[in-house]
């Protein structure tokens, strides 16, 4: 057995007081494809920034190469031979795919950047994931989800690095997709680089990696030789108890009320076809790839971007909703994926970002003393646990942040309630209080539509499931249905069945 | 091709330095000074009540070269039109060319909006114009030299006024006694009617002006001479509020203030106010003949005096201009006699139906469009 | 989708030279039937006298304005740089170069010091340059009262007038530097890293840029122009004039400039090609309001609506190109 | 479990974050200490009271300018809109008394339309506030000049001048009381309150997430449009105080949007919108005011006033900017 490339020990790291990681250790050997699992929040993308020299770790060791480092920034990474595909796109728009790839790195001659050598060697690396018709020219704003992931991947292996780590590498991928980027880390590791990989997909994982790292609420769990270990066992380390009972009780048949809200033929620049029923007490699961047009549906339903064409209704009555301030007057309340993007205001305290949309429809100075008390007993409701109401909410954990977006829309009280990913990046104890939380809302006769990537959570609360694929739905699924029945129906191999 | 000026610039002269007010500016030139003290009782030369025709101590230049039938093409490069007084002396200027428009048949001006480098940029954009004479008005003394040197080789007269450039070459430099003059009669005034050894503030607009820098070290010289305090000299950027403020807290820190003096008309208003707002005596003042300040004067009863950059001298670079194009001689420097305004004559210039910004010392009553022009 | 999406992204030409050419033939246009000569040789050369001076303060601005930050120091430092190189010089032409040396060596000092200020004690670059700008501001009040020093008659013959039929020497002194800095940015690492800074300083960073290096780079090389400028007005005028800069309103007029040439101010989009487009479109607008005699304040009026407009109508496509 | 623990953060940190009072107070406790020590009877009520006074036209702006910067925006038009309104005051007054409340009710108008044309270019046409409110700059200075010829023409009555000029006299224990304080009270009082009503505080969201407000029903345009609106407001108001106060001239507003944005940032509120309180922005302005004062009495060389200006800007946004990003 060789040196390993790569040896880390005891690393931990807080953020503003908050343990993220704590002891953990790993290894990776050179031509190794080492995978880190665990659920969202597990601290697995924060590990990868601490050994790319994103963040210094708190504590703990960096042994590369066979030398202890401390990185200075992710500059001292790349050069010691670190090469990472980060899970967050980190591409400028208003460059070129080849000024994208080699951005920090640009290939020179005589002292300038050698434009020439710069897309010849895009077009080859290119060329080497598959991606050989694209031209390297091309500005990166024009490119597609799963074009851009391309572009990280490159910019990644640019580098010629001796470790690469892939943040959730074929999430935006589709699956001939996925097959060229299994043959180029193949082709890592004949090269003998070391891989560091890290996937909710565990079929890929199995198919890739030799071994396999457990990653749990920021400890490492176990670490295990990926033929001794089968995915039920490793699911159980990843969330530590079964997941069956987990999720609450669906609502039975007869207590979902009457029709909410109706989309017929709604559509827009992303959006085709989409037909929709959402009643009353009944959580709706939204399923599919990423870029299949799942936050565009929400998106549409709240008027951020409208739909163009169709018509929507809500308990029957037509409504135009133009913008969310017009969804919001029809009842509807939106929880958006990208909470630190639109969801909070930092800088603000947990009361402001609370009463945020009450005071943009409901301004006045009577009734606000019973405005800010139903907001305090909401905060109660939703377990919001903070060192006080008048805290920056930048301070706060991604689920107490969440919590105070979701009493910002309840004060509202809502009839309909889209939730996007509702608990990315959102620890286990946080996640199943909010799972709790939706389904409450649902019981108390509120319509609930959630989108979701992961699948196990959209199968635990959803009482039924719609897939979208290429901007439409591509099918319908009841409560029940499997993991592979979503996938199916997302990917596209199986018949498309009507929504 | 090449614009270059014939001779390189010269440098700004330097004087001596060293008194009780603060280091001597280095635009103190002992000669110049003397020279203004003493037109400043010379009698003018030229038609009575004209003031804007008198010259002082005239040396005549013989200008039979520039010779030529009329009507001409008179060109204009203006430093700016950024203050009152360049603006009534601009109208006053316009007002002369109607005046003389059987004789010139177009006048051209360009505004250089206070910008040195514009103001060189027009000169050599004029000189492709076919201008029959060029009347420049610098901005900047040292600065403007080399373009109004090139403008000379081009064989057009050139007739240079208020500023002045380093160099000869013009046909004539038109303007009053000057900045010496304006800040002797003031300080000799304001340290001539206070208590002796009392404190006086100097207020002023901004440093590094060289019309406004004579008239300071003038006044120094006049103060040291006195045995004056000078408790402050302070820059007011011309703007009221500001001086206001100065003035309140400088009567704070000392108590009173027994004279304030002012190298520029334009605030003196709100120095009074100033005063006349803390409920404390208005102290000799000087000010410059803008109407605001006369009228305040004459109805409060200050102890005032008013020395002049009068803005007739804006007429005489087209009565120039004229005579040199039909070959007539004419003074060379051209000094114009720089009135001061007193108690006795401040009857006669302070018109209530003029402008509060109006400059009573325009010499304009006699032209094309008076009043209106001017309101 | 507009037609600009169909080009390839390093020929997004702003419109400014559209906007340059339409003023400039109407202008020529109405000048002609006004009686007078836009393009007659003294015009000419005033023409670009006028945008030499503003150019290359202008490209330095751009600098800073891709990076995300903003240089409002340059009108004093382009005084001070007429004084340094002015007062050095002392008319003698042995002293030329260290004259020139000196000036730019001040000049960047202070560029450092932004830098500085805007990077590593993270102040808002529009407060921090204010205030080294107020500093300076003092210093020249203090020690100056009017123009001071000489500049070597070589220079003043050169540099300050010589011209090669209607293009004096600082304008092809700009178009060169002007060149420096579109070659830096399409063809140094500096340049590549500094666009990134400008567009998202978070990706810089994490792609291995360091940030702080390039915006003060960007920040020295910005005064190191406004120097320049410094030293052209100087062989202009024949000396040091402590207030040339801010009677000039540089600081205003170079990102009213910058912008105008389809940088944005946020950063990270942009490029000197415009900037010079929109410097000659300020100074084709004073030369054709020369000519016809306006109004030196009907132009302010007429120039603050076109800054605006100009602007607008960038946004307009901009948002056109985005998503809703 | 260790990991999930949530440790509030140290009391020190949150009480010095960025926005807060304490550099502002701190700075105006030194600079009145240094006062104090050079001229102790400034410190007298009627002295005091008058210095307030006289700095209510840049509290003003300051407090005007405040909504427009925590809103994520700068209006650089405030000082051109400040003489522009005094020249067209003197204008349309032209010295006669009975048109003063009309004219006083024009320029509260202009300055509400000039704060809407910025907010709206702004908002509705995408145009960065700078570039909108420096345009805006240009062509109001040109505007004014234009229109009345380069010098500024009729003049103001004095009724109008009163407002800024004169005074309750001899009110017990307090002296003279500038017809400026009321105003100062007034507006202090109104913007304070405005700052808390649900407007304000929506205010701030937009300037610190524009999108996060939007999604939550804000409307933005709108808000910051009245942001505008309302520093335009301001600058009518101060136009009004400082025409009364030191008269008619071209030089009214010169530099009065550089003072007051540096007095909001003094005041602890961030460029960029999302930080920051009306009051700290107010106090900055004093405290600026009271360093022009402090340079006055300590006979600091008229021309170095810049200098020293500037190094205590510098020294005052650095120390509070270390302090908010050490975290
Ligand atoms: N910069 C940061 N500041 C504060 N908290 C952070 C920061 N980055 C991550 N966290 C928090 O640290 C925890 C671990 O996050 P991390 O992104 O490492 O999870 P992950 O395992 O990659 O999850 P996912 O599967 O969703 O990508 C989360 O609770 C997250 O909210
Ligand atoms: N503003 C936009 N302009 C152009 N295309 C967009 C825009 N927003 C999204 N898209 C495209 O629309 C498609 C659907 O995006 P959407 O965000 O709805 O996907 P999603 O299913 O929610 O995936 P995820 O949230 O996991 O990224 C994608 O192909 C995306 O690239
Ligand atoms: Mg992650
Ligand atoms: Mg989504």
Redesign the interface.
């Known amino acids: 057995m060789s040196d390993p490339l790569l040896a880390l020990q005891g690393i931990g790291k807080s953020f503003l007081g908050v343990r993220v990681l704590g002891g953990v250790d790993l290894e990776v050997r050179p031509g190794e494809v080492h995978a880190v699992v665990g659920e969202n929040g597990a601290g697995k993308s924060t590990l990868m920034k601490i050994v790319s020299g994103v963040y210094p770790p708190d504590e703990g060791t960096i042994e590369f190469a066979g030398a202890q480092r401390h990185f200075s920034g992710p500059r001292d990474a790349q050069r010691a031979g670190i090469g990472i595909v980060h899970q967050e796109f980190n591409l400028l728009p208003q460059r070129t795919v080849a000024e994208n790839v080699f951005l920090g790195r640009e290939p020179r001659r005589r002292g300038l950047v050698d434009r020439r050598a710069m897309l010849g060697r895009a077009a080859e690396l290119l060329a080497s994931v598959g991606e050989g018709s694209l031209p390297p020219d091309t500005r990166v704003g024009r490119l597609g989800v799963a074009q851009q992931q391309v572009v990280e991947i490159v910019k990644a292996l640019a580098l010629d690095a001796r470790l690469i780590i892939m943040d959730e590498p074929t999430a935006a991928l589709a699956d001939h997709e996925v097959g060229q980027l299994r043959a180029l880390v193949r082709r890592l590791q004949q090269h003998h680089i070391g891989v560091l990989y890290v996937s909710h997909r565990l079929a890929e994982v199995f198919d890739l990696s030799s071994r396999i790292t457990v990653l749990k609420d920021g400890r490492r769990v176990t670490t295990v030789n990926t033929d001794e270990v089968t995915a039920d066992q490793l699911v159980r380390h990843m969330v530590g108890r079964e997941l069956s009972g987990y999720y609450a009780e669906r609502a039975k048949p007869d207590e979902r009320g009457p029709v909410r809200l109706a989309v017929r033929a709604g559509g827009n620049r992303i959006l085709r076809d989409i037909n929709l029923q959402l009643r009353a007490g009944e959580v709706l699961g939204v399923g599919g790839l990423r870029g299949a047009g799942r936050s565009a549906l929400a998106r549409s339903l709240f008027g951020v971007s409208p739909f163009t064409t169709g018509a929507v209704t809500i308990d029957g009555e037509p409504v135009r909703l133009r913008s969310p301030r017009a969804a919001m007057r029809a009842g509807i309340a939106y929880v958006t994926e990208d909470r630190k993007g639109e969801g909070i205001v930092a800088g603000l305290s947990v009361l402001d970002n609370a009463l945020l949309a009450s005071r943009a429809v409901r301004p006045g100075w009577a009734g606000r003393g019973a405005r800010a008390a139903r907001i305090r007993d909401l905060l109660a409701a939703v377990e919001l646990r903070a060192a006080g109401e008048d805290q920056d909410i930048r301070f706060l954990s991604g689920g107490n942040q969440q919590k105070v977006v979701l009493a910002r829309w309840l004060a509202l009280g809502p009839r309909v309630l889209l939730f996007d990913e509702p608990t990315r990046g959102i620890d286990v104890g946080s996640k199943s209080a909010i799972h709790d939380l939706v389904r409450r809302l649902a019981r108390a006769g509120a319509a609930v539509l959630v989108v979701s990537s992961e699948l196990p959570e959209l199968l635990g609360l959803s009482d039924r499931l719609i897939v979208m694929r290429d901007g439409r739905i591509a099918g319908e699924l009841p409560a029940g249905s499997s993991e592979e029945d979503v996938v199916a129906l997302a990917v596209g191999t199986t018949r498309e069945s009507v929504g | 091709?090449?614009?270059?000026?014939a001779t390189?610039?010269?440098?700004?002269a330097s004087g001596p330095a060293g008194s009780g007010t603060g280091e001597q500016?280095?635009?103190f030139v002992q000669a110049d000074y003397d020279r203004e003290l003493a037109l400043l009782d010379a009698t003018p030369a030229g038609p009575d009540g004209k003031p804007w025709e008198q010259a002082l101590q005239p040396t005549m230049v013989d200008t039979a070269k520039f010779k030529k039938a009329g009507p001409h093409k008179i060109c204009f490069s203006n430093a700016?039109?950024?203050?009152?007084w360049?603006?009534?002396g601009f109208?006053t200027m316009q007002a002369e060319v109607d005046a003389q428009r059987s004789r010139i048949e177009q006048f051209?001006?360009?505004?250089a909006?206070?910008?040195?480098?514009?103001q060189?940029?027009?000169i050599?954009?004029?000189?492709?114009?076919g201008c029959d004479a060029l009347i420049v008005s610098p901005?900047?003394?040292?600065?403007?030299?080399?373009a109004v040197e090139?403008a000379c080789k081009k064989g057009l007269p050139v007739i240079v006024f208020d500023r002045g450039v380093d160099t000869t070459c013009p046909v004539t430099f038109v303007n009053p006694i000057g900045g010496y003059g304006f800040g002797h009669v003031a300080a000799e005034f304001v340290s001539g009617n206070m208590k002796p050894g009392g404190k006086v503030l100097a207020l002023?607009i901004l440093?590094?002006?060289?019309v406004l820098?004579t008239r300071w070290s003038a006044a120094k010289v006049a103060f040291d001479k006195a045995g004056v305090n000078v408790v402050?000299?302070?820059?007011t950027?011309?703007?009221?509020?500001?001086?206001?403020?100065?003035v309140?807290?400088?009567l704070?820190?000392y108590g009173t203030i027994d004279g304030v003096w002012m190298d520029a008309g334009?605030?003196a208003?709100?120095a009074v106010?100033a005063f006349l707002?803390a409920g404390q005596p208005v102290p000799p003042i000087n000010g410059e003949d803008q109407l605001?300040f006369l009228k305040l004067w004459k109805d409060r009863k200050l102890t005032a005096i008013a020395p002049t950059y009068p803005t007739y001298q804006w007429r005489t670079p087209v009565i120039a201009a004229l005579k040199i194009l039909d070959g007539e001689q004419v003074p060379s420097p051209w000094k114009l006699p720089q009135p001061t305004i007193t108690q006795e004559n401040l009857a006669q210039y302070a018109d209530p139906d003029m402008?509060?910004?109006?400059y009573a010392m325009c010499g304009c009553t006699d032209l094309p469009g008076y009043p209106d022009r001017w309101? | 989708m507009s037609s600009a999406l169909s080009m390839p992204a390093r020929r997004a030409s702003p419109g400014v030279f559209v906007a340059l050419v339409l003023t400039l033939a109407i202008g020529w246009l109405v000048v002609a039937i006004d009686g007078g000569q836009l393009f007659s040789v003294p015009t000419t050369v005033s023409l670009l006298h006028v945008a030499a001076g503003l150019g290359l303060v202008a490209v330095g601005q751009t600098l800073v304005v891709i990076g995300g930050s903003l240089d409002l120091s340059v009108a004093y430092v382009i005084s001070l740089s007429t004084l340094v190189a002015a007062e050095t010089m002392g008319g003698d032409d042995a002293a030329l170069l260290p004259g020139i040396g000196l000036a730019l060596a001040v000049s960047a000092g202070i560029g450092l010091c932004n830098g500085l200020l805007v990077t590593k004690v993270k102040i808002n670059p529009f407060i921090a340059t204010v205030g080294v700008g107020l500093l300076l501001k003092g210093y020249l009040d203090n020690g100056y009262d009017g123009p001071a020093g000489r500049t070597a008659p070589a220079l003043v013959q050169t540099l300050g007038y010589q011209r090669i039929g209607p293009v004096p020497l600082s304008f092809l002194l700009l178009l060169g530097v002007a060149g420096a800095a579109w070659f830096a940015l399409a063809r140094t690492r500096f340049g590549h890293h500094l666009i990134a800074v400008g567009g998202d300083p978070e990706v810089a960073r994490l792609s291995g840029v360091r940030n702080s290096r390039v915006l003060v780079t960007a920040h020295v090389l910005c005064s190191l122009c406004a120097g320049l400028a410094g030293i052209y007005l100087a062989s202009r005028l024949g000396s040091g004039a402590p207030r040339v800069g801010t009677e000039g309103l540089y600081d205003l007029e170079s990102i009213a400039a910058v912008v105008l040439g389809g940088t944005a101010l946020a950063g990270g989009i942009g490029g000197v090609a415009g900037t010079v487009g929109g410097v000659l479109l300020l100074a084709g607008i004073d030369a054709i309001f020369n000519q016809l005699e306006v109004d030196a304040f009907f132009k302010q009026v007429i120039r603050g609506v076109i800054i605006i407009a100009a602007v607008a109508v960038y946004a307009q496509r901009v948002r056109g190109r985005a998503a809703p | 479990m260790e990991i999930a623990e949530r440790r509030p953060l140290p009391l020190r940190l949150r009480r010095f974050r960025a926005g807060s009072l304490v550099p502002i107070v701190m700075l105006l406790a030194v600079l009145l200490v240094l006062i104090a020590v050079r001229q102790p009877n400034f410190l007298a009520p009627p002295s005091l009271l008058s210095f307030l006074g006289r700095s209510t036209p840049i509290i003003l702006l300051a407090a005007g300018q405040y909504f427009v910067i925590v809103s994520g925006e700068f209006d650089l038009s405030v000082g051109s809109l400040v003489t522009a309104q005094v020249v067209v005051a003197a204008r349309l007054i032209d010295s006669e008394p009975s048109r003063t409340w009309p004219v006083v009710a024009l320029l509260l108008t202009f300055g509400i339309l000039v704060g809407l044309i910025n907010g709206l270019v702004t908002t509705r046409l995408r145009v960065p506030s700078f570039i909108t409110t420096l345009g805006m700059f240009l062509i109001l200075v040109g505007a004014v000049y234009l229109w009345s010829d380069g010098a500024p023409k009729g003049g103001l009555s004095e009724e109008f001048r009163r407002f800024g000029r004169r005074a309750f006299e001899d009110v017990p224990g307090l002296g003279r009381v500038q017809y400026a304080l009321l105003v100062l009270l007034a507006v202090a009082t109104a913007a304070v309150l405005l700052s808390r009503s649900d407007f304000g505080r929506t205010l701030v969201a937009v300037g610190g997430n524009p999108r996060t407000a939007e999604l939550s029903g804000v409307r933005v345009w709108r808000a910051k449009t009245i942001a505008f609106v309302l520093s335009g407001l301001a600058a009518a108001l101060a136009a009004i105080l400082l025409g009364g106060y030191s008269g008619v001239s071209f030089q009214a507003g010169a530099g009065l949007e550089f003072a007051a944005i540096t007095a909001v940032v003094l005041g602890g509120v961030a460029l960029g919108g999302g930080r920051g309180s009306v009051f700290g922005a107010m106090l900055g302005a004093l405290t600026l005011e009271m360093l022009f004062a402090l340079l006055n009495f300590y006979g600091v060389s008229g021309a170095l006033k810049s200098t020293v200006q500037g190094a205590i800007i510098l020294l005052a946004v650095a120390v509070s900017s270390v302090r908010s990003t050490s975290r």
């Open positions: 091709a090449t614009d270059e000026p390189a610039p010269s440098a700004a500016s280095k635009f700016g039109l950024n203050n009152p360049r603006q009534v109208k051209v001006h360009i505004d909006e206070g910008k040195d480098q514009k060189i940029a027009d050599n954009d004029l000189l492709g114009k901005n900047t003394t040292a600065t403007l030299t080399p090139s002023r440093p590094g002006v060289d820098e402050g000299v302070e820059f950027d011309g703007d009221p509020a500001k001086t206001k403020k100065i309140n807290d400088y704070q820190r334009a605030v208003v709100a106010e707002d605001d402008p509060p910004l109006h309101k």
